[in-house]
C-alpha cells in the first residue's frame, strides 16, 4: 500500500475505530434508505411541501431541547452504553414504521409520531457518537482523520442509500427500506460489542444537570472561535440545510420524475460530500481549515443557487454535488476544529451545542422552508438560503484573523504548532 494511501486511511490501524468504521457503514445506508422512503411517502400520500417540512422538523426537533442533556450525560457516563440503547431504540422505531407500511395501515399521524420518536433518539445519539471517537482512536494526532473518515463513511451511505432507496421504493415500495433499515442496526450494536476500551477517568465531582450545562454553554460561547463556528453552522443549518426537504418538489414538479429522480438529487449531494471528506481525510494537519470552512460555505451557497436555477437533472446534479461538497468541508472541518481546541471535561457539552447547531436547528429551517415554499415557490427558497449562507462566510472570513490569533496559543501547547510559530506571525495560517 502506498505512503498516500496509508495516510489518508491512518486511523484504521485502531482496532476499535475499524469495527465501529464496518458496524456504523452497514447502519448509514439503512438509515439513508429511510429517510428518503420517509420523506417519498408522506410526499406521496399528502402532496403537501408544508408537511415534508414537518416530517423534517418532528424528526430533529428534540435535539434543540435534549442534546445539551445528552451531552452533560456524555461527560458523566459511559459512551459505548450510551450510544447502543441509542441504536436499539432507532432499531424498534424502523421495525414499526415498516410493519404500518407493509400491512397498509400507515397514517400521517404515524409517521409523524414515528418521526418525533426518531428525533429523541438523534438528540442523544450525535453527541455522544461525536464524543466517542476520541475513545475509539489512540492517537490524537490521528483525530482529525478519523473525523474526516467518520464523515466519508456517513456520506459514501449518503451515496449509496438514496440510490438503493430510489430503486427499491419503485420496485417493492417504501415499507421494504424502512425494514432494511431496521435489520441494519444490528452491525454497529455488534462492533460496539465487541469493542476493547480503556476505562475512563471518574469525574471526582458531579453538580445538578442545570449547572453543568450553564458551565458548558459559558465556556462553548466565552470563547469566540467556538462561538464563530457554532454560530456558522447554525446559520448554515437554518437556511442552508434544509434544501433536503424540497428535493421532492424538484424531483416531481420541477424536474417531472419519480422515486428515481428524488434519489439521484439526494445522492449527488453525498457524492460531492464523500469527495470533500476523502479530501479532508488525506490532509495531514489541522492547520489550514479556517480557510476551508469559508471556501465551503461560499461553495454549498453557490450550489444551492445553482440548483434553484436549474431545469436539467444533469446541471441540478451537478449543482447538488458542489453544494454537498462545500456544506461538509464545512461541517467536518468545524467538527475537526472544535474536537482539537476543546478541553476533555468540556468535550460532550461543546459537542453536544455543535449538534443542535445542525440536528437542533435543521428542523426549524426544515418548517421555514416548507412554508416558504408555499408563499413564495421552492426556486426562490432555496435562492434565499444561497444569499444568507454566502452572508454568513463573508462574516466568518472577516473575523478569522481573530479566530487564529486565540486558537494559535492552543495549538502550541498541542504541539501542533511548533514555538519558533510565534516569530513568523501572520505567515502562520493555523485555522
Not at 15 to 39: C, D, E, H, Y
Not at 151 to 161: K, Q
Not at 300 to 320: K, R
Request: glycine letters at 10%; charged letters at 15%; aromatic letters at 8%.
Amino acid at each position: 500500500m502506498s505512503l498516500g494511501i496509508r495516510m489518508l486511511f491512518r486511523a484504521l490501524r485502531f482496532r476499535n475505530f475499524r469495527l465501529f468504521v464496518a458496524g456504523q457503514g452497514i447502519s448509514l445506508v439503512g438509515t439513508w434508505m429511510q429517510q428518503v422512503a420517509m420523506s417519498w411517502l408522506i410526499y406521496r400520500i399528502t402532496g403537501s411541501a408544508l408537511l415534508l417540512g414537518l416530517i423534517g422538523f418532528t424528526s430533529n426537533a428534540p435535539s434543540l431541547i435534549l442534546t445539551p442533556v445528552a451531552g452533560v450525560l456524555a461527560d458523566r457516563w459511559d459512551r459505548r452504553r450510551l450510544l447502543m440503547a441509542t441504536q436499539v431504540v432507532a432499531m424498534l422505531q424502523a421495525a414499526a414504521l415498516a410493519a404500518a407500511v407493509l400491512t397498509n395501515v400507515v397514517q400521517v399521524w404515524q409517521i409523524i409520531s414515528l418521526s418525533l420518536l426518531l428525533g429523541v433518539v438523534n438528540a442523544f445519539e450525535m453527541p455522544v457518537r461525536q464524543s466517542f471517537v476520541v475513545e475509539m482512536v489512540d492517537n490524537r494526532e490521528d483525530l482529525g482523520n478519523a473525523i474526516a473518515l467518520n464523515s466519508t463513511l456517513f456520506n459514501a451511505a449518503r451515496l449509496v442509500g438514496p440510490s438503493l432507496a430510489g430503486v427499491v421504493v419503485a420496485v417493492a415500495g417504501e415499507g421494504v427500506c424502512f425494514l432494511v433499515n431496521s435489520l441494519s442496526f444490528l452491525g454497529v450494536l455488534a462492533a460496539l460489542a465487541a469493542m476493547r476500551l480503556s476505562p475512563r477517568e471518574e469525574r471526582p465531582e458531579r453538580r445538578h444537570v442545570l449547572h453543568e450545562l450553564r458551565a458548558g454553554f459559558s465556556y462553548a460561547f466565552g470563547f469566540g472561535p467556538i462561538r464563530s463556528i457554532i454560530l456558522l453552522v447554525a446559520l448554515i443549518s437554518l437556511l442552508g440545510m434544509p434544501y433536503t426537504v424540497l428535493m421532492p418538489v424538484f424531483a416531481r414538479d420541477i424536474l417531472h420524475g419519480g422515486a428515481r429522480t428524488y434519489g439521484l438529487l439526494m445522492a449527488a449531494s453525498g457524492c460531492g460530500a464523500l469527495v470533500s471528506t476523502l479530501y479532508l481525510a488525506s490532509r495531514k494537519s489541522v492547520l489550514g481549515l479556517g480557510r476551508i470552512i469559508t471556501v465551503g460555505a461560499v461553495l454549498f451557497a453557490l450550489g444551492l443557487a445553482g440548483c434553484a436555477l436549474s431545469s436539467s437533472l444533469l446541471v441540478s446534479f451537478a449543482s447538488l454535488s458542489l453544494a454537498g461538497f462545500g456544506v461538509m468541508a464545512v461541517y467536518a472541518s468545524c467538527n475537526t476544529v472544535l474536537q482539537t481546541i476543546v478541553v476533555e471535561e468540556m468535550r460532550g457539552r461543546v459537542m453536544s451545542f455543535h449538534a443542535v447547531a445542525i440536528n437542533g436547528i435543521i428542523p426549524l429551517g426544515s418548517l421555514l422552508a416548507g412554508s416558504l415554499s408555499v408563499s413564495i415557490g421552492a426556486r426562490q427558497t432555496l435562492l434565499l438560503g444561497s444569499l444568507s449562507c454566502l452572508t454568513g462566510a463573508v462574516i466568518f472570513w472577516r473575523h478569522l484573523p481573530k479566530i487564529r490569533d486565540k486558537v494559535r496559543p492552543i495549538y502550541h501547547r498541542k504541539g501542533i504548532l511548533p514555538r519558533m510559530a510565534d516569530s513568523i506571525g501572520d505567515r502562520i495560517e493555523t485555522t
